[in-house]
């Protein structure tokens, strides 16, 4: 079973950035595709980024590309999600997932979520 922590979250003013971490364990990671998603009090829980095991492919939701990178050290078992000009909009609780599948935005087609970490930024 894969277990994966999230860091890196806190609280930051419009324009700033952050960078989350995802550690994970238990598994071979360079196996799994990983996501990012975000859920907002009161909103459903919405995709934000993913990469493929490789690092080859990776996807975005529109909202924040060319202001998000996701990444990858195999080496080090650990998925990364640099987050520049950040906006009050982006405020939420992160969570790191991952999956067998190739490389996918559907919440539902990972098996294994961190705890997330909180993200605030105000303005």
């Known amino acids: 079973q894969v277990q994966l922590v999230e860091s890196g979250g806190g609280l930051v003013q419009t324009g700033d950035f952050l960078r989350l971490s995802c550690a994970a364990s238990?598994?071979?990671?360079?196996?799994?595709?990983m996501g990012w998603f975000r859920q907002a009090p009161g909103k459903e829980r919405e995709f934000v980024a993913a990469?493929?095991?490789?690092?080859?492919?990776?996807r975005y939701a529109d909202s924040v590309k060319g202001r998000f990178t996701i990444s990858r050290d195999n080496n080090k078992n650990t998925g990364y999600l640099q987050m520049n000009s950040l906006k009050p909009e982006d405020t939420a609780v992160y969570y790191c997932?991952?999956?067998?599948?190739?490389?996918?935005?559907?919440?539902?087609?990972?098996?294994?979520w961190g705890q997330g970490t909180q993200v605030t930024v105000s303005s």
């Open positions: 990469i493929s095991g490789t690092s080859r492919s990776t």
């Open positions: 997932a991952s999956t067998r599948r190739l490389i996918t935005t559907e919440p539902i087609n990972y098996n294994n």
């Open positions: 238990g598994g071979t990671f360079s196996s799994l595709s």
